[in-house]
């Protein structure tokens, strides 16, 4: 871009923003002798950023609850920060794509770096958002029938299992739904898949003796993660996934695990996903809200279960696949689409056979504590 375009179009931006701030009352005065936000800095790009800061004895709120005007303006794909004084206002090229198809070619390298990478979705900026959920443990996932929170569980499973070993990831899964899991029954990675409260409730039970050697590990060896342990003493990590855990809400020993494991198992390399339909708050009681580092807020019904799963407006959301998710900052993201046969293909080279094999569509058969601990800690 010449140096003379580049102008034109810093101008033009300064005029739209000055249109901005006479459309939306954001000045001191009159209209005749008006004392507008000061405009320090505009960048023009890809993408393009608005640096200004309002009068003293300007109400900051006049700017953040009247944003509409920039929307109206500038368009959708907008973003303001700010509180006080100085607002920063970007307005992007790109936007969230509404459709996104899973691609594991494209996917797989962005979560090499981390230990155990999520994929999360697209930003506003067209970008790949992944994390590393052993820096970043537990998730929360929420969202209505047709949201996409079960593509979302599908493709973060999928993920861990295309980029981690068996030996490096051991995965527990619980299916209330009995709807979910199915295509992980026979993956190498995954030790049970199990719907039921009782079989649900004897899986935690030995990942908390499993959390009790870990803790004793660590303080024999005076180390703060497990990962620090000897090379001989090192352990696989344990992801725990249970989708609409919320039914087991009534079964106080496995809330109380869920608890402990959000609460310490970090450092002891136990991690946990829970997934909900209706976020209840008690339910998700302040110890575990407060350990889930991050949250997935797809499609909810209003604003109070919002403000429950912490992700701000993700009642407003009207697209499928569309979520907010709450981390280090909050962040709207188009989840990846990973069709249940496509799923199948990806996972078909970690198929082995497992003796017995448990359908979760079948009745519960009555397993015995030894059925139960050999199931969990087969190889």
């Not at 009247?66 to 929307?71: A, E, S, T």
């Amino acid at each position: 871009m010449s140096k003379w375009k580049k102008t034109l179009q810093e101008l033009s931006v300064r005029r739209k923003m000055i249109k901005a701030f006479k459309a939306g009352h954001f000045y001191l005065g009159d209209i005749e002798r008006p004392i507008f936000p000061k405009i320090h800095a505009v960048s023009v790009g890809e993408n393009t950023t608005i640096t200004f800061t309002i009068p003293n004895g300007l109400d900051p709120k006049t700017i953040t609850k009247n944003d509409y005007i920039f929307k109206q303006i500038f368009g959708k794909k907008i973003e303001l920060e700010g509180e006080v004084k100085k607002f920063v206002l970007s307005i992007y090229s790109k936007g969230i794509p509404k459709n996104l198809t899973y691609q594991a070619k494209t996917i797989t390298p962005l979560l090499a770096p981390h230990r155990l990478g999520i994929i999360c979705g697209k930003d506003k900026n067209g970008e790949w958002i992944t994390y590393d959920l052993a820096t970043k443990p537990h998730i929360l996932i929420a969202g209505e029938t047709g949201s996409g929170k079960s593509t979302q569980l599908r493709s973060i499973l999928t993920s861990l299992i295309l980029t981690k070993k068996p030996s490096e990831l051991e995965i527990y899964l619980g299916d209330c739904k009995k709807s979910e899991f199915h295509i992980f029954r026979k993956v190498e990675h995954v030790k049970c898949v199990y719907s039921s409260a009782r079989d649900i409730g004897k899986m935690l039970s030995n990942i908390k003796k499993e959390l009790d050697e870990r803790s004793n590990l660590t303080e024999l060896f005076e180390v703060s993660h497990v990962d620090d342990l000897p090379p001989e003493h090192r352990r696989p990590y344990i992801l725990v996934c249970i989708d609409e855990f919320v039914m087991l809400r009534k079964d106080e020993t496995i809330m109380d695990i869920l608890t402990e494991i959000v609460a310490i198992g970090r450092t002891l390399g136990v991690f946990a996903i829970l997934s909900m339909q209706r976020p209840n708050a008690k339910v998700l009681d302040t110890t575990i809200r407060a350990n889930l580092t991050t949250s997935m807020g797809f499609q909810l019904r209003d604003a109070m279960e919002s403000k429950i799963v912490n992700t701000p407006d993700a009642h407003k959301i009207d697209i499928a696949g569309r979520f907010i998710m709450n981390s280090d900052k909050l962040y709207e993201i188009q989840a990846p689409y990973l069709e249940m046969e496509d799923a199948k293909k990806l996972l078909n080279p970690f198929i082995v056979m497992k003796s017995p094999v448990k359908d979760i569509t079948e009745a519960p058969k009555k397993l015995t504590e030894e059925d139960v601990f050999n199931d969990i800690k087969r190889t």
